[in-house]
């Protein structure tokens, strides 16, 4: 099969389209022909060398989490699923090295489930981290109808599902983003505000009572501002801070792969609550530029890798 991997640490240069055997198949997987994957920031993350202290690298590693594709062969106990089946999923294993930047990925059943019907490979593929993201933040706090909530970075990849999430459970959203991503907010139902000097002022504009719940995917100073702006009883979750669990007494969460939250994404998708949002599109011989749109750090939604 035809795959991107890295055979060490490094920049986007350390990419490279290469031929490698197909994946082996346990007996609790699936081998998914892969139509798309899509960029996280945690991939160039992890290509940079950043989670060699936490997760072991066998070389050369296939980058890449978000799969959408076609099952092509199961193992030997997987009833959930046949061939032929349209899935998508974040196949994160306990190592890194067979990644979904390929044309072949094995994938363990619990990490993935069957695509939203509405969407297509590319829109799907977008979906598992980021969205898994969001809404395991969500859960984790409890977000709930008539709750005020304040996200942070909510035009970005994460942020983008989580306003939605919690718009479809009800609550108020205010959510933090530069100016040009404002009016997009507003289509959403967001209250946005600006980042800068000033934030919890112009927050506390919009909720002179506070804020239920800080969701924080991006923040400048995290700490300041969720003092200044949460109501009494209220809580914090932050995917990038642990010091939303260690000083403000709320959630640090790393998203787990699970086949029952996306089918509760994949319902919010077919209900309309779920809109996705893709940026760019790359062909897999083009995954280098992928990561540095990615890293970029100006992205409105997800980059998509085609297979």
Known sequence: MRAITY?????????????????????D??????????VNPVDWKVRAGYLDAIMDV?????????????????????????????????????????????????APVRTIAH????????EAAAVPLAALTAFQTIERTGVRDGQTVLVHAAAGGVGGFAVQIAKARGARVIGTA?????????????EPVAYGDGLADRVREL?????????????????????????????????????????????YVWVRPSSADLDSLTALVESGDLVVDVAEVF????????????????????????V
């Open 58 to 106: 066998d070389f050369p590693a296939i980058p890449g989490w978000d799969v959408a594709g076609v099952v092509e062969r199961v193992g030997l106990d997987t009833p959930e699923f046949k061939v032929g089946d349209e899935v998508y999923g974040y196949v994160r294993k306990d190592w890194l090295q067979g990644g979904t930047f390929a044309e072949l990925v094995a």
């Open 178 to 190: 530069s100016e040009r991503n404002h009016e997009h907010l507003r289509a959403r139902g967001v």
């Open 29 to 38: 997987s699936v081998l998914i022909r892969v139509k798309a994957a899509s």
């Open 283 to 306: 062909d897999l011989a083009d995954a280098s530029a992928a990561h540095d749109a990615s890293a970029g750090g100006h992205v409105r939604g997800k980059v998509v890798v085609r």
């Open 207 to 251: 909720a002179p009572d506070g804020v239920d719940v800080v969701l924080d995917y991006g923040s400048d100073d995290l700490v300041a501002t969720t003092r200044a702006v949460l109501a009494e009883g209220g809580t914090v979750a932050s995917i990038v801070d642990a010091a939303a669990r260690d000083e403000l007494g709320g959630h």
């Open 115 to 122: 695509k939203p019907a509405s969407l297509n490979f590319e």
């Open 7 to 27: 055979n060490r640490y490094g920049g986007s240069d350390v990419l490279e389209l290469t031929d490698l055997p197909d994946p082996k198949v346990g007996p």
